[in-house]
């Protein structure tokens, strides 16, 4: 993989614009995504919403060969799936909505879960303790730490709660291309990996498995599961080291308090 590419404020500010607007795509669909839409539906809505309405670029279609403006990953689905007009989202289903945006020729990448209609307590336990372990990974950035800090703090909370942590993917770089240095484990040693400078710009992403970490990629050469079928959960968002700490350029708005103390 190529040298990290440290963004200069003004790159920074176009990133945080692409940003704000791939978190008002989530906004669109906090009210849409239930019980009975399809999953190409909620591509077909978020690509209109994010053409029509922001006036931007959905950075995942045909990238690599994808068809979609986004990835819907339901139930044991680990990342990756493919969104259909035969899969219907039931109660009881988790799923992972996958979306990145392209403004002024900067990409911001973020995922949410949603619970559809009456979820399992294990199930709801787990999309919790995913988004717990997103944050944790999140705070242990700052400028002088190590890349390593943050995979620790996911992969030590994620043990405790019983979950296993998917090695096969991992978060990474992103600015003018969707795929930049570094790479972004969420697991591994504390003081370990590069050093973090003010200027990068990379995703976090931890996928959490309630069974082994062990995952396979089905025949469509897309959709990752879970090779013992047990449920997986995903949170992901896109972050600036700064010179004090870090920023979450893909900040929703229900997380706003957050930082408002």
Avoid at 231 to 254: K, M
Wanted: aromatic share 8%; charged share 20%; with cysteine.
């Amino acid at each position: 993989m190529t040298p990290v590419v440290l963004k200069t404020p003004d790159e920074i500010s176009s990133q945080r614009e692409a940003g704000r607007l791939l978190a008002q795509v989530f906004a669109m669909l906090d009210g849409k995504i239930a019980e009975g839409i399809s999953t190409l539906q909620i591509n077909d809505l978020a690509e209109r919403y994010i053409v029509d309405e922001l006036h931007a670029r959905p950075a995942s279609k045909g990238q690599y060969g994808f068809a979609y403006v986004l990835n819907t990953s339901v139930n044991d689905v680990v990342c990756h799936g493919v969104p259909s007009a035969s899969q219907v989202l039931r109660s009881g289903d988790i799923i992972n909505v996958d979306i990145t945006l392209e403004k002024h020729g900067f990409i911001a990448d973020s995922s949410k879960m949603y619970c559809i209609g009456s979820v399992k307590p294990d199930a709801k336990a787990l999309v919790y303790d995913c988004y717990q372990a997103l944050w944790l990974g999140i705070n242990a950035i700052k400028p002088g730490g190590r890349l390593g800090d943050i995979g620790f703090a996911i992969e030590q909370f994620a043990r405790r709660k019983g979950y296993s942590v998917v090695r096969e993917y991992c978060g990474h770089g992103i600015g003018r291309e969707m795929h930049e240095a570094p790479q972004v484990l969420h697991y591994g040693t504390a003081g370990s990996g590069m050093i973090l400078k003010p200027g990068m710009v990379f995703t976090i992403e931890p996928m959490l498995n309630q069974g082994s970490h062990k995952v396979k990629t089905k025949k469509d050469g897309w959709t990752v599961v879970t090779r013992d079928k047990k449920l997986s959960a995903q949170w992901e968002h896109t972050v600036a080291v700064t010179t004090t700490g870090f920023e979450v350029l893909t900040l929703r708005s229900e997380e706003q308090a957050l930082f408002n103390e």
